[in-house]
């Protein structure tokens, strides 16, 4: 007998906290071998996990190499942590100047939704990072300078592919990349 076919006055308190919760999975993924580099010198495998309410993206730079000026929309505040190497956080501020913050393993950046701000990996060392960011409630959208709006859904769909994504609300995977995921 599943938990739905027991009547819910047989159930224990912690059996009946969660009659409510749908089947679920953990999910495992690899990041071995970063294959895939865009115009940039980005590397990133396994591209992006991602749920209706946040993301996290493992991202590579050689020495040199850069995340050029770009914004996120003003609810996609992002925190990026180095795990290896070093980098340099540029923030553009409405007045025109700039803030500029280098970072190290173990280190923490917060870059604000809306912020016009550009990375760049600095040393003789590659910069290795992950990033994470809570969505807003609306659809993700990203401005890239000087790109068309088709340019930059392609590029999107291109270079930040989703290794996996878990619609919550629809309680469903959306996407899972089997060269990357396991159960």
């Known amino acids: 007998m599943t938990k739905d076919e027991v009547p819910k006055s047989e159930l224990t308190p912690e059996e009946l906290a969660r009659t409510h919760l749908p089947d679920q999975t ?5 990041t071995e071998n970063p294959e895939d580099t865009d115009s940039e010198g980005v590397r990133s495998t396994p591209l992006v996990i991602r749920t209706n309410e946040f993301r996290l993206l493992y991202f590579e730079m050689e020495p040199s190499k850069k995340i050029d000026w770009h914004t996120h929309v003003p609810g ?5 942590m ?3 190497g070093r980098a340099r956080y540029t923030l553009e501020r409405e007045d025109g100047s700039h803030q500029t913050l280098e970072i190290g393993p173990m280190e923490f950046v917060y ?3 809306g912020a016009r701000h550009k ?5 003789e ?3 290795e990072s992950l990033s994470a960011a809570k969505f807003d409630n609306v659809a993700r959208l990203e401005a890239l300078e000087d790109v068309t709006d088709t340019d930059a859904t392609d590029t ?8 996996l994504f878990v619609d919550r ?15």
């Open 169 to 183: 609300k629809r309680n469903e995977v959306v996407a899972l990349d089997e060269n990357y995921v396991s159960k």
């Open 125 to 127: 060392q590659c910069h």
């Open 26 to 30: 953990m999910y495992k993924i690899g």
């Open 111 to 113: 870059v604000p939704g």
């Open 82 to 84: 180095c795990l290896d």
């Open 119 to 123: 990375i760049e990996a600095i040393g």
């Open 156 to 163: 999107d769909e291109t270079e930040w592919q989703d290794a």
């Open 76 to 80: 996609l505040d992002e925190v990026n």
